[in-house]
C-alpha cells in the first residue's frame, strides 16, 4: 500500500517553490549523470492538463562538480503523449544516463534533453546499478527465501495458508521495517484458521448487501452467505509493519474486481473493498 501510494505522490506531487538547490548547483541549465531508479520511467495526466508529464528517480546521481551523491533526484517533464512514449523506451531501470536538467529544489529537476554520453565500466555510477540490479535476498527461518522487488517496495515469498499456495508480500524500507513486518505476518500464520474465519465473514457482512443490491446479473438469484464465501479465492497477503492487506480472487462476484481485506492485529479486519 505505501509503496503504490508513494508512486503517485512521485507522479502528481509538486516540489516546494522554497526548497533550495542542491549545495554547488547552478540555477541555470546542469548536465547529471544518474543511476535510474527500479521504476524506470513512468507518466501519467491529470485533467483538465492536456499535457502529460513523465518522471524518473535517479538512486544516485552526478552533477557538474563530480561529486556523486547517494541520494535520489526525481526528474519530470511535461511533453504530449508521443513524447511520453519515446523519452520511456529510452529511460529504463538501472541504466546510467545523462541528462541536461534545470534544478527546481534540493531533490528535484526539471528535463530538458537526454543527452548521448558513454558511461564507462569502472565509473561508480555504473557498479552502483550492478549493485542495485542483483537480485537482493533474505532466508527466513518460518517462510524461506524471501526476494526484494525493488520497483514495489516489498519482499516476495510464496508461502502456505490454509492449505493454499498464495503470495505473501512483505512492505518494508529497512532492516526494522521488514522484522516488524514478519512480525506481524507470524502471529497471522500462527492462528490462520482464526483469520480466515474472521476476514472472510468480514468480508461477507460488508460486501454482500453490495453483491446482492447492485452486482447481481441478469436472472441472477441473490447469493447467500455460504455462496458468497466459496466462491472467494485467497491470492496474496500484503503485509505491513502494522497491519495487513487480504487480497481475494471474487469468483466474478464483481465482474472480475479483486476482494480486499485490510486490517490490524489490535483491531482484526477494518475496511473491505472492490479495487480495480
Not at 219 to 232: C, H, I, L, T, Y
Not at 254 to 261: C, K, L, T
Amino acid at each position: 500500500m505505501k509503496a503504490l501510494l508513494g508512486l503517485f505522490a512521485l507522479l502528481f506531487g509538486t516540489s516546494s517553490p522554497k526548497a533550495e538547490p542542491p549545495a554547488g548547483a547552478p540555477v541555470s541549465d546542469e548536465l547529471v549523470t544518474g543511476v535510474v531508479g527500479p521504476q524506470g520511467a513512468s507518466g501519467g495526466r491529470m485533467e483538465p492538463a492536456v499535457e502529460w508529464t513523465l518522471w524518473f528517480v535517479f538512486e544516485s546521481w552526478r552533477g557538474a562538480d563530480g561529486i556523486v551523491r547517494p541520494a535520489r533526484l526525481t526528474v519530470r517533464r511535461s511533453c504530449t503523449e508521443e513524447e511520453l512514449r519515446a523519452l520511456m523506451a529510452r529511460i529504463r531501470a538501472y541504466a546510467v544516463i545523462s541528462v541536461r536538467v534545470r534544478f527546481t529544489g534540493a531533490d528535484s529537476a526539471e528535463l530538458l534533453e537526454l543527452v548521448d554520453a558513454a558511461v564507462p565500466a569502472s565509473d561508480p555510477l555504473t557498479r552502483r546499478a550492478q549493485e542495485l540490479a542483483a537480485p537482493a535476498t533474505r532466508d527466513d527461518g518460518r517462510f524461506g527465501r524471501l526476494t526484494l522487488n525493488r520497483a514495489l517496495g516489498w519482499w516476495e515469498a510464496t508461502a502456505t495458508w490454509a492449505g493454499d499456495t498464495v503470495q505473501l508480500q512483505l512492505s518494508a524500507t529497512d532492516e526494522g521495517e521488514l522484522n516488524a513486518a514478519l512480525h506481524v505476518a507470524g502471529a497471522l500464520w500462527d492462528d490462520q484458521a482464526g483469520w480466515s474465519e474472521r476476514i472472510e465473514a468480514f468480508a461477507v457482512e460488508r460486501l454482500l448487501p453490495l453483491k446482492n443490491e447492485s452486482w447481481l446479473d441478469e436472472n441472477e438469484d441473490e447469493v447467500s452467505p455460504a455462496a458468497f464465501r466459496a466462491r472467494m479465492r485467497l491470492q496474496s497477503i500484503t503485509v505491513e509493519p502494522d497491519g495487513f492487506v487480504f487480497w481475494y480472487d471474487d469468483g466474478d462476484l464483481f465482474w472480475g474486481h479483486s476482494i480486499q481485506v485490510t486490517g490490524n492485529l489490535s483491531d482484526g479486519p477494518t475496511d473491505a473493498d472492490i479495487p480495480g
